[in-house]
């Protein structure tokens, strides 16, 4: 029996956190083990690198969502809005792609 979509996002979510925690160590969970966004945040603005780490766990992840949800649009067009498309090379990703703002 497939999984759920629903369920499969959480499961992604959750490996994706496991990564970011074994990128960056267990000091970017909050007390209840959810990431704690404010200390992350903190991190990449002060690191280029822990920044570009980031990026390489989230944005892959980001991409892989929105293009299947293009996919299974209920019409031949979709509008995927994605914020640093251009800035981070994710253009590529979205040859179809008429403009970017």
Do not use: K
């Not at 570009?52 to 980001?62: A, K």
């Amino acid at each position: 029996m497939p999984m759920p979509p629903r369920a499969r996002r959480w499961r992604q979510a959750a490996q994706g956190l496991r990564e970011v925690v074994a990128a960056f160590g267990p000091n970017v969970l909050g007390a209840d083990g959810s990431l704690d966004r404010a200390a992350m945040r903190r991190r990449i603005f002060e690191d280029a690198e822990a920044r570009h780490v980031l990026e390489g766990i989230v944005h892959p992840r980001v991409r892989a969502a929105l293009h299947a949800a293009c996919q299974t649009a209920a019409s031949p067009y979709a509008i995927a809005s994605i914020p640093l498309l251009a800035e981070v090379g994710g253009r590529r990703a979205y040859p179809g792609c008429a403009a970017s703002w």
